[in-house]
């Protein structure tokens, strides 16, 4: 078996290795920061259409995705956290995202990751080996959240401090063991973590992987203003969306960042027969293609917003396929412009 710390490998002969070059994504993982763009909530075991046992029919959901030019997906956590709770045995979302990068080119993969019960080395290793699987197009769903039930199941005792500043804790030992060069020791000395050790293949593709913050909340927020790339406002209506966004751009502007922060609203979409239900945190856009395209335009054309996060209750490829004719309004209104057809994917 190959050290820990030498290349992935595959064995082409017996007794001989050869080393596996890690596959790249046609697209640049960066751009300039600018134009709108669209990620997708991806499904969890609840949803309607929606089979997450099932393999082929999540790869099937993928691939439309993919076709359709949505920019990303973000797959929760299924136990808590960025999901909802659902029956034991749901599949955690580094696996559920595994499916969609394996099924997938171009679509952005974003899952959720637990800084609350997982410790940044395992973080960093496992958001290593999910963007050279991807070939440079995974990112990282910031999920600080923690409850007095997992508390209990784990084992857990809680620690000095906020959720949120144990996850800022985490993302700063993330990033310091992606961008240690190998060979040199990682040293991490901090309130919440002692780090000490070597980088291990795979390393990241991208130069610094994507992050998406999401909670609620100013602490959330300057958090995501020192180190996000995505900010997912939580807001009902758009005069909120306006002010969170503003609010976010002041702390961006105050952390002095070398790139923008993309503010993100969220979205539940009904299509049709489909109409979506009141949610908190989420605007809702009910009506045909045009209705709820031209609600999606207005959104676009706010100067201090850029993307919406899409919850889509209907999973059925007739559904989605509908979305894909909302986001072809888009497309030629010149709001909107995909992924492939820009050339990078964040």
Same mark, same amino acid.
């Given at each position: 078996?190959?050290?820990?710390?030498?290349?992935?490998?595959?064995?082409?002969?017996?007794?001989?290795?050869?080393?596996?070059?890690?596959?790249?994504?046609?697209?640049?993982?960066?751009? %300039? !920061?600018?134009?709108?763009?669209?990620?997708?909530?991806?499904?969890? %075991?609840?949803?309607?259409?929606?089979?997450?046992?099932?393999?082929?029919?999540?790869?099937?959901?993928?691939?439309?995705?993919?076709? #359709?030019?949505?920019?990303?997906?973000?797959?929760?956590?299924?136990?808590? !956290?960025?999901?909802?709770?659902?029956?034991?045995?749901?599949?955690?979302?580094?696996?559920?995202?595994?499916?969609?990068?394996?099924?997938?080119?171009?679509?952005?993969?974003?899952?959720?990751?637990?800084?609350?019960?997982?410790?940044?080395? /395992?973080?960093?290793?496992? !958001?290593? /080996?999910?963007?050279?699987?991807?070939?440079?197009?995974?990112?990282?769903?910031?999920?600080?959240?923690?409850?007095?039930?997992?508390?209990?199941?784990?084992?857990?005792?809680?620690?000095?401090?906020?959720?949120?500043?144990?996850?800022?804790?985490?993302?700063?030992?993330?990033?310091?063991?992606?961008?240690?060069?190998?060979?040199?020791?990682?040293?991490?000395?901090?309130? /919440?973590?002692? #780090?000490?050790?070597?980088?291990?293949?795979?390393?990241?593709?991208?130069?610094?992987?994507?992050?998406?913050?999401?909670?609620?909340? #100013?602490?959330?927020?300057?958090?995501?203003?020192?180190?996000?790339?995505?900010?997912?406002?939580?807001?009902?209506?758009?005069?909120? +969306?306006?002010? #969170?966004?503003? /609010?976010?751009?002041?702390?961006?502007?105050?952390?002095?960042?070398?790139?923008?922060?993309?503010?993100?609203?969220?979205?539940?979409?009904?299509?049709?027969?489909?109409?979506?239900?009141?949610?908190?945190?989420?605007?809702?856009?009910?009506?045909?293609?045009?209705?709820?395209?031209?609600? +999606?335009?207005?959104?676009?054309?706010?100067?201090?917003?850029?993307?919406?996060?899409?919850?889509?209750?209907?999973?059925?490829?007739?559904?989605?396929?509908?979305? !894909?004719?909302?986001? %072809?309004?888009?497309?030629?209104?010149?709001?909107?412009?995909?992924?492939?057809?820009?050339?990078y994917t964040w």
């Amino acid at each position: 078996m190959a050290p820990l710390d030498e290349p992935t490998a595959t064995s082409a002969a017996p007794g001989r290795w050869q080393v596996v070059t890690p596959p790249r994504s046609p697209l640049r993982s960066r751009g %300039d !920061g600018t134009g709108f763009q669209i990620g997708v909530l991806w499904p969890t %075991d609840d949803c309607a259409g929606a089979k997450a046992g099932d393999p082929a029919q999540q790869s099937r959901l993928a691939a439309q995705l993919e076709r #359709i030019g949505v920019d990303y997906v973000a797959v929760p956590e299924q136990t808590t !956290g960025t999901g909802p709770v659902t029956a034991v045995g749901a599949w955690p979302a580094n696996l559920r995202a595994v499916q969609v990068i394996l099924a997938t080119r171009t679509l952005g993969v974003v899952s959720a990751q637990r800084t609350s019960y997982v410790h940044p080395v /395992h973080l960093a290793r496992t !958001g290593s /080996h999910l963007d050279w699987l991807s070939g440079g197009r995974w990112g990282a769903w910031v999920d600080p959240v923690r409850t007095d039930a997992e508390d209990r199941l784990l084992g857990w005792t809680p620690e000095p401090g906020t959720p949120l500043e144990r996850a800022a804790a985490s993302l700063e030992a993330v990033s310091a063991i992606w961008h240690t060069p190998r060979g040199v020791p990682v040293e991490v000395d901090s309130a /919440h973590f002692r #780090i000490h050790g070597r980088v291990k293949y795979p390393q990241v593709i991208q130069p610094r992987p994507f992050v998406m913050i999401s909670e609620p909340g #100013i602490e959330a927020l300057h958090l995501a203003a020192l180190c996000a790339d995505h900010y997912v406002a939580p807001a009902g209506s758009v005069a909120e +969306l306006v002010t #969170i966004a503003g /609010h976010a751009h002041e702390a961006a502007a105050q952390a002095a960042r070398p790139t923008p922060l993309r503010v993100m609203a969220r979205a539940l979409i009904g299509l049709g027969e489909s109409p979506a239900p009141p949610g908190e945190g989420s605007l809702p856009l009910s009506g045909d293609t045009a209705q709820v395209g031209g609600a +999606l335009a207005q959104i676009a054309e706010l100067a201090d917003v850029g993307g919406v996060l899409v919850e889509l209750p209907d999973w059925s490829a007739e559904a989605v396929d509908l979305f !894909g004719f909302v986001l %072809d309004r888009l497309r030629a209104a010149g709001l909107w412009t995909s992924s492939g057809d820009r050339g990078y994917t964040w």
